[in-house]
């Protein structure tokens, strides 16, 4: 557990002289201190209520409120997978348990290895990519069991270099086809929405 890095020191000064007011810099700095160790450490808290001139427990107050930081060791490699309603219909639960079995874990456990982290998460807001995922808040879409196992192979190989460990989220940015996104087909038109016709169902 540690304090903000040399380097990551010099990087929050940085993104602090983005803002006009110190304090307003707090969430890009708690990225940056779990990016450093994979989650949020008390000493990093500490650290960046020091440089923007905050109390620890606002820190703590604004780290706790959002679900995607985290404040106990992660594995590198934290697996999200949606279970909102559109996931759900389209086999997320099949999905998780597959998940399970294959990482040897239950939902909200860690691999033994530090490696995998699973989780089941609510809408991640790529509802036409359903069943979808991320990897370290990398999206992973239409995913398949298969498809699922492969993943975690290509990980244990190192192989997937476009998820880094310990990814942050506001680095991402997710990317849907043009002709799957919401509202790209009238309702007027007739024909069956894309993910409709994809999974096999009727009207």
């Given at each position: 557990?540690?304090?903000?890095?040399e380097?990551?020191?010099?990087?929050?000064?940085?993104?602090?002289?983005?803002?006009?007011i110190?304090?307003?810099?707090?969430?890009?700095?708690?990225?940056?201190?779990q990016?450093?160790?994979?989650?949020?450490?008390?000493?990093?808290?500490?650290h960046?209520?020091?440089i923007?001139?905050?109390?620890?427990?606002?820190?703590l107050g604004?780290?706790?409120?959002?679900?995607?930081?985290?404040?106990?060791?992660?594995?590198e490699?934290?697996?999200?997978?949606?279970?909102?309603?559109?996931?759900?219909?389209?086999?997320a639960?099949?999905?998780?348990q597959?998940?399970?079995?294959?990482?040897?874990i239950?939902?909200?456990?860690?691999?033994?290895?530090g490696?995998?982290?699973?989780?089941g998460v609510e809408?991640?807001?790529?509802?036409?990519?359903?069943p979808?995922?991320?990897?370290?808040?990398r999206?992973?879409?239409?995913v398949?069991?298969?498809q699922?196992?492969?993943?975690?192979?290509?990980?244990?190989?190192?192989?997937k270099?476009?998820?880094?460990?310990h990814?942050?989220l506001?680095?991402?940015r997710?990317?849907?086809p043009?002709?799957?996104?919401a509202g790209f087909?009238?309702?007027?038109?007739?024909?069956?929405?894309?993910?409709?016709?994809?999974?096999?169902a009727?009207?």
């Amino acid at each position: 557990m540690s304090r903000l890095s040399e380097e990551n020191l010099r990087i929050a000064n940085e993104i602090i002289d983005r803002y006009p007011i110190r304090k307003s810099a707090l969430i890009p700095l708690l990225h940056l201190a779990q990016e450093q160790e994979g989650w949020v450490t008390d000493e990093a808290m500490n650290h960046i209520a020091e440089i923007i001139g905050i109390t620890p427990a606002e820190v703590l107050g604004t780290c706790s409120f959002y679900e995607m930081f985290k404040r106990q060791p992660n594995g590198e490699y934290q697996v999200n997978i949606c279970h909102g309603i559109s996931c759900h219909l389209l086999g997320a639960d099949q999905l998780i348990q597959h998940a399970e079995e294959t990482l040897g874990i239950r939902e909200g456990e860690t691999t033994a290895d530090g490696k995998f982290t699973l989780e089941g998460v609510e809408c991640i807001a790529a509802c036409t990519e359903a069943p979808c995922m991320q990897v370290n808040y990398r999206y992973q879409n239409q995913v398949t069991e298969s498809q699922f196992d492969e993943l975690v192979q290509q990980i244990q190989a190192e192989e997937k270099n476009d998820i880094p460990k310990h990814g942050s989220l506001a680095k991402v940015r997710q990317k849907i086809p043009a002709e799957r996104m919401a509202g790209f087909q009238s309702i007027n038109e007739g024909s069956e929405p894309v993910w409709l016709k994809r999974n096999g169902a009727t009207k």
